[in-house]
């Protein structure tokens, strides 16, 4: 029987990646990613989107939430099969899951606290205690190396570039090949190594993220300087939402080059954020995922704040002066306390440095918000907003469609999964128009043969 493929997300918007491969009885979950961004989004996270206990394996192509986060919901509903991934993935799941189960409990009891909920009591999606269980069941696969999630599927991972441990998934069934890129990351970026080359694929799945935009020709050096820049000459904060695993270690390696080529003078520079620290620490361990100039070498000329009481008095804290601090689409963490005391000053400059998810805060100042909402209360926006997708971690449509030129003949299938529905249509369209394939935008809950 011909193997078959469900989207159940990432399809129609970008978070949430989870396709269901099922071929002669096996049942692979590829990727198993949490919905973030709007609540109606979020809300998704509460319908099973699969019966977990019947399936094999699940196999996940990089640590980042929205492929990963659902892991522990889904062994709380009963999933207890391996987990295949790369072993930088497995570390840095080690550290994201249990954080992402924190904040989970610990909305569920500000809920409870406040009477903020229509549930009675609210409870969290998944506790740590979920979250370590799904950690006991991860298996590490060296990148190249065949393996077999479930019985007739084989399966190998290679390099995707996105982040540290990220993978195209390649997998062989029922003389079938499906290759899912997971998020395809750039050419020639500061720290990660360009995208290995795919060569064979009858259906492929490829991410839109960035599917109908071009990424700026510099790699954000320019607009680092101008956001240096302008905290010194006003004595203000640079505050910059950073992703802990991939986004901020790129930002400390280009501070750390431009200070030394002497085009921004040696600010201080706070890392709030102690997952971003814990993340530093798996970097240093895979140097060969790395672009030579980097090399696992994490630049280590920051000060930390261990605790949420250090955080704070951060606030306290006189400019000039770099805060990175998480989330990177400022949808929670110690990034909120900060803008809060930060945007309504003009001497302050957020720099929003990678992609900012529709009905997140990010989005929200990206697009030119005169307040926003934290904590219940409508904060002024006084301070320069600057954005910029040079720092991107994802591939543009024209680095999509360099990798794509790799295959050795055209896939007979080819899906764009995880963009907002303009940029899949515009991949969608490029993809035919340039290569002259058979290319769809993937439907949500939508079923095809592999
Ligand atoms: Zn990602």
Not at 189 to 209: F, N, Q, W
Not at 398 to 413: H, K, S, T
């Amino acid at each position: 029987m011909t193997p078959q493929l469900t989207f159940l997300g990432a399809a129609g918007t970008v978070t949430g990646s989870k396709f269901l491969l099922e071929s002669n009885g096996a049942r692979v979950l590829l990727e198993c990613g949490l919905f973030q961004g709007a609540k109606s989004l979020q809300e998704r996270n509460w319908t099973p989107p699969v019966q977990a206990s019947t399936l094999q394996a699940v196999l996940l192509s990089h640590a980042h939430i929205d492929h990963s986060g659902y892991l522990p919901r889904l062994v709380r509903d009963g999933f207890d099969g391996p987990i295949f991934c790369s072993p930088a993935t497995a570390d840095l799941i080690g550290i994201m899951l249990p954080d992402a189960a924190r904040l989970s409990e610990e909305e569920a009891e500000f809920r409870n606290r406040t009477g903020a909920t229509r549930h009675q009591p609210a409870l969290p999606l998944f506790t740590e205690a979920d979250a370590t269980r799904a950690l006991g069941l991860v298996r590490r696969v060296a990148f190249g190396d065949a393996f077999t999630p479930a019985p007739g599927v084989t399966a190998r991972l290679s390099m995707s570039g996105h982040i540290l441990g990220a993978s195209v998934v390649q997998v062989t069934t029922a003389g079938r090949r499906l290759v899912y890129s997971g998020d395809l990351g750039r050419y020639g970026v500061a720290v990660m190594r360009d995208p290995d080359p795919v060569s064979e694929a009858d259906t492929l799945v490829i991410e839109s993220t960035y599917g109908n935009r071009l990424h700026p020709s510099d790699d954000g050096r320019p607009i680092l300087v101008e956001a240096v820049q302008r905290a010194v000459s006003r004595r203000g904060i640079l505050l910059v939402p950073a992703f802990a695993v991939g986004r901020t270690q790129e930002l400390l390696f280009l501070i750390a080059e431009l200070e030394t080529a002497g085009q921004i003078p040696r600010l201080d520079v706070y890392l709030d954020s102690p997952m971003a620290a814990a993340a530093n620490a798996i970097y240093t361990r895979y140097p060969d995922e790395q672009d030579p100039r980097a090399a696992g070498r994490v630049p280590s000329r920051f000060h930390l704040a261990p605790t949420p009481g250090d955080s704070k008095r951060l606030n306290e804290l006189d400019g000039p002066a770099i805060i990175l601090a998480g989330s990177g689409m400022a949808t929670g963490g110690r990034v909120l306390h900060h803008l809060r005391r930060r945007l309504g000053d003009e001497r302050t400059t957020v720099l929003l440095a990678g992609y900012q998810a529709a009905g997140t805060r990010g989005r929200l100042l990206r697009d030119g918000a005169t307040t926003l909402r934290i904590f219940g209360e409508e904060i002024p926006v006084r301070a320069k907003i600057l954005a910029t997708d040079a720092l991107s971690a994802h591939a543009d449509q024209r680095e999509i469609l360099r990798w794509l030129r790799q295959l050795a003949r055209p896939p007979q299938a080819t899906w764009a999964v995880h963009g907002e529905p303009d940029a899949a249509a515009a991949l969608r369209d490029a993809i035919a128009r340039d290569l002259g394939w058979r290319v769809a935008v993937a439907a949500d809950g939508q079923r095809v043969a592999v």
